[in-house]
Each structure stands twice: as C-alpha cells, then as structure tokens.
C-alpha cells in the first residue's frame, strides 16, 4: 500500500527521467514445521550466494518484499505464495524463521495481509477482506526448545475501511499504537492512536492544521524516530510528536510540494524541508540549524559545471539525504540554462558527501558520477523506447533515483520498463555503488534500457 507518497514522488520522477535523457548529456491459524529454503551449509557461500543475499536484502529494504521483524533472534515476516486463493488474490504465510536458519514453522493465518512489528512479546500484523482491513496481534510464547507463536490467543484490535501507511508501518510500544487509517464513513486518512491498556482506538490528532497530517520517513524507508519523538508533516510545517501524551511542537516551515527527508547520522537527525538546504535537529527542544546553506550546494555545482561550458546555474534540488557511517550522502539535481537562450535542462545523479564535523565541505562522489556518464552515453540525446509488450525479463530505464544504503553500498533504482498503456511508475533497483571502494556492481536480474542496450 504505498499511497499517497510515491503517487505524487512516481511522477515528479517520471519527469525527471525523461529531463535527464533528453538533456542531461547534454549537460492463516494452523501451523506446520518445514526446513528453510535458505538454509546453507557450514562451508563458505560463493560469490554468487553473497550477491543473491545482497540484493534479497535491497528487495527487502526498498519494500519488493515483506520486512523481517525480529523477537530473540527469531525472524518473523509474511512470505507470497506462489498459488493464489479462489478469488485470484494473492495469499501470503507467516513465517516464523529460527536463528541462523535452523528451521521454519509456516502460520496459515486467513486473510493475512503483512506484518508490521513486534512489541513486547506481541507480534503485530493486519488481514484484508474485501473493503475493510484489521488490525491483530499474536502472542509470542516459548516452549522448552523454541519460540512459538499462539494463534488461539491473537487479539483483534480495530477494523478501518484503510489501514497503516504507505510503507506498512506502525509505530509500536508497550503502550499504544500509531498509524494512519480511514474509517469506512470518513472521508481523508487520519492519524490514529490505539491505547493497548484502556484498548481504545482514536484520532490522535483534532487541530485543523494537524488533522490531516501525515507520518514522516526517512530516506532509508523507516518511520522516523529520534528521541523518542515521531514526526509528522502538513502542508505547510514539520512537527514532532510524543506518543504517549500525542502533545505536538512545530519544529519548522515547509513548502506544501516537497515531502520531508530526513535522517539521523550519529546524535542527530539531518532534514530537508525545501530542498534547497539541509538543517540539523538535535531534539530537546530545540529547533533545527541550518547547517548547509544553498549557496553552498550552488558554489559546488557550479565548480563541477556539469552542464559543460555552454551553460549555468539555475537552481538545484535535493533528491533525498543518506547516512553512512558519518557522513552524510545528498543525491543531488542542478537545473541549468544555455548562456543567452531560454533553453534549459536538468542533471542528476550527481552525490555529494559531507562528514558531519565538518559538515560544510561537501565531496563529490565522482566515480558514481563518472559510471552513470558512461551509462547514459557521452554528449547524446537519448529516447525512451517503449515496447508494444511486457518485456520477458524486467527491464528499466536507467539508473534513474537513489534508493537507500545497504551493507555500504548506494543502491540505484530505474524506472520499469513497461508497455505505453501501463500508467502505473514502478522502480527497481538496477545497480548498486559501494561507497567504500567506488566499484558498481549491476543486478544480474534487471536489464537496462537506452545507455546500455539490452543483449
């Protein structure tokens, strides 16, 4: 259910996309016990089992498939099955995995829709039936050798006409519950807060400018959490919010077009609100600094000049923030005009770095930078082709977007081949450039498109 986010971001990058390749060089409640299908012997994996895990891990993280949430080491998630129930609806298993893939016990749970956290010795996660989705959770208990789930005491909690959010997440306590909703009669998503002691379920916010506002992620696809604190955006601010007491502080302005990035490196919490600028927020009460002024993103495009001698700056954008270790990663594009025309054009894919303690002093990523060059070609036009049918093997358009960092490395997203008919924006991840080294490595499951022809 990725909603209402990547709707509007799905075509803010289409966009992009076809900017940068007109332009841009030119500038259910049973169970049963199975042995794991991962499971892998004492010896040493190969090359090709390390990179099958690491790209299962991007898959993972980007949302292709179900998180993993962990109880003493036990993984628990829902896995797709490969048949599909009378209805030709997708069916999906619980899964409960044992440490160090030493066997996995399948949960037939009706209906099962995802898992969405574990609090306590409480496992979370919503079922689907027709227009109405709810909200669970299973005790955890223990037998002599192993962790066990207890379907006969799973506890409903509230059915809404929608549930969660758009990366089927909630926040989850001892005490209560957060997450966005919509009640059957209603007519917007709200913010909801379920009180597990009092079990209660209702709006957690009434102020008209909060009423509509929505949980914040950060670039690494997580809910937001830093000191304990939420965030949540509106229109025009970003707020922070305390769960147990729901008691709000505006923390600052942002523009009704950008969606807040954010995310934490070492003690604080680094947001974007304009695009233009990065702040920090230490929390405690404080408000955000700015710590990396636009004309410091405009001083740097300007000495790399990517769009050639011929051109300017016009403007830049900040695509989204990372961390790693402690530096900060900003993708950025820089909007660009011909000398003396009105012609202009648009560069991404350019990444910036900048340590933490000394925040001001940004460095360019430049054999990622070099690498997407040769892949989109040299001082060419590039065209999109679209073809008159799915392709046999997933293919995309790119790289196009940055897609979050796993084990070290900046995972980089291409836009889905697909038929002229199909409306919908799909990303998948095509490449994945180690911060560390400066080697790109390609996923051998996705072809790409234009720069790179398909074989």
Same mark, same amino acid.
């Given at each position: 259910?990725?909603?209402?986010?990547?709707?509007?971001?799905?075509?803010?990058?289409?966009?992009?996309?076809?900017?940068?390749?007109?332009?841009?060089?030119?500038?259910?409640?049973?169970?049963?016990?199975?042995?794991?299908?991962?499971?892998?012997?004492?010896?040493?994996?190969?090359?090709?089992?390390?990179?099958?895990?690491? !790209?299962?891990?991007?898959?993972?993280?980007?949302?292709?498939?179900?998180?993993?949430?962990?109880?003493?080491?036990?993984?628990?998630?829902?896995?797709?099955?490969?048949?599909?129930?009378?209805?030709?609806?997708?069916? !999906?298993?619980?899964?409960?995995?044992?440490?160090?893939?030493?066997?996995?016990?399948?949960?037939?749970?009706?209906?099962?829709?995802?898992?969405?956290?574990?609090?306590?010795? !409480?496992? =979370?996660?919503?079922?689907?039936?027709?227009?109405?989705?709810?909200?669970?959770?299973?005790?955890?208990?223990?037998?002599?050798?192993?962790?066990?789930?207890?379907?006969?005491?799973?506890?409903?909690?509230?059915?809404?006409?929608?549930?969660?959010?758009?990366?089927?997440?909630?926040?989850?306590?001892?005490?209560?519950?957060?997450?966005?909703?919509?009640?059957?009669?209603?007519?917007?998503?709200?913010?909801?807060?379920?009180?597990?002691?009092?079990?209660?379920?209702?709006?957690?916010?009434?102020?008209?400018?909060?009423?509509?506002?929505?949980?914040?992620?950060?670039?690494?696809?997580?809910?937001?959490?830093?000191?304990?604190?939420?965030?949540?955006?509106?229109?025009?601010?970003?707020?922070?919010?305390?769960?147990?007491?729901?008691?709000?502080?505006?923390?600052?302005?942002?523009?009704?077009?950008?969606?807040?990035?954010?995310?934490?490196?070492?003690?604080?919490?680094?947001?974007?609100?304009?695009?233009?600028?990065?702040?920090?927020?230490?929390?405690?009460?404080?408000?955000?600094?700015?710590?990396?002024?636009?004309?410091?993103?405009?001083?740097?495009?300007?000495?790399?000049?990517? !769009?050639?001698?011929?051109?300017? =700056?016009?403007?830049?954008?900040?695509?989204?923030?990372?961390?790693?270790?402690?530096?900060?990663?900003?993708?950025?594009?820089?909007?660009?005009?011909?000398?003396? &025309?009105?012609?202009?054009?648009?560069?991404?894919?350019?990444?910036?770095?900048?340590?933490?303690?000394?925040?001001?002093?940004?460095?360019?990523?430049?054999?990622?930078?070099?690498?997407?060059?040769?892949?989109?070609?040299?001082?060419?036009?590039?065209?999109?082709?679209?073809?008159?049918?799915?392709?046999?093997?997933?293919?995309?358009?790119?790289?196009?977007?940055?897609?979050?960092?796993?084990?070290?490395?900046?995972?980089?997203?291409?836009?889905?081949?697909?038929?002229?008919?199909?409306?919908?924006? &799909?990303?998948?991840?095509?490449?994945?450039?180690?911060?560390?080294?400066?080697?790109?490595?390609?996923?051998?499951?996705?072809?790409?498109?234009?720069?790179?022809?398909?074989?």
């Amino acid at each position: 259910m990725i909603r209402r986010k990547c709707m509007a971001v799905g075509f803010v990058l289409t966009v992009f996309l076809l900017c940068m390749t007109a332009c841009q060089m030119e500038g259910n409640d049973g169970n049963s016990s199975v042995r794991s299908r991962n499971a892998v012997s004492g010896a040493a994996m190969s090359a090709d089992q390390v990179q099958e895990d690491f !790209w299962a891990k991007v898959d993972e993280k980007l949302g292709d498939v179900q998180r993993r949430f962990f109880h003493n080491d036990v993984a628990y998630f829902a896995e797709l099955q490969d048949d599909e129930d009378y209805d030709g609806n997708d069916r !999906w298993v619980l899964i409960q995995q044992d440490p160090n893939n030493k066997g996995m016990t399948r949960y037939e749970i009706p209906e099962l829709h995802a898992v969405h956290g574990i609090a306590g010795d !409480w496992l =979370y996660y919503t079922t689907e039936k027709q227009t109405e989705e709810t909200l669970w959770r299973m005790p955890i208990g223990k037998t002599e050798k192993r962790e066990i789930l207890l379907p006969a005491k799973k506890e409903k909690l509230v059915t809404m006409y929608d549930l969660i959010d758009m990366y089927e997440s909630i926040y989850v306590s001892d005490s209560c519950l957060i997450f966005e909703g919509e009640m059957k009669d209603d007519d917007f998503v709200r913010l909801y807060r379920y009180d597990l002691q009092a079990k209660k379920c209702e709006p957690l916010l009434q102020e008209r400018e909060l009423i509509r506002g929505d949980l914040v992620f950060t670039s690494e696809h997580e809910m937001a959490v830093f000191g304990g604190q939420l965030f949540i955006q509106t229109d025009n601010s970003l707020y922070s919010l305390e769960p147990e007491s729901g008691e709000t502080t505006r923390l600052m302005d942002k523009k009704r077009e950008n969606y807040v990035s954010m995310v934490q490196c070492g003690n604080s919490m680094y947001i974007t609100t304009d695009r233009r600028q990065i702040y920090r927020y230490d929390g405690e009460g404080k408000k955000p600094v700015c710590v990396i002024k636009k004309d410091i993103f405009r001083k740097r495009l300007e000495e790399l000049h990517p !769009w050639g001698d011929k051109g300017e =700056y016009r403007d830049h954008e900040i695509n989204d923030i990372y961390a790693y270790e402690n530096r900060l990663y900003l993708s950025i594009t820089a909007d660009w005009s011909k000398k003396k &025309t009105d012609q202009w054009g648009s560069t991404g894919f350019i990444l910036f770095y900048a340590d933490i303690e000394n925040i001001e002093e940004l460095g360019l990523e430049e054999k990622l930078w070099d690498s997407v060059k040769t892949i989109w070609g040299n001082n060419e036009k590039l065209t999109l082709e679209l073809p008159d049918d799915f392709p046999l093997q997933d293919e995309v358009y790119g790289p196009s977007m940055t897609g979050g960092i796993v084990d070290g490395k900046m995972i980089l997203l291409g836009d889905k081949v697909v038929p002229a008919y199909v409306s919908s924006i &799909t990303f998948l991840p095509c490449m994945a450039y180690d911060l560390d080294t400066g080697e790109t490595i390609v996923n051998p499951k996705v072809k790409m498109r234009n720069g790179k022809k398909p074989d």
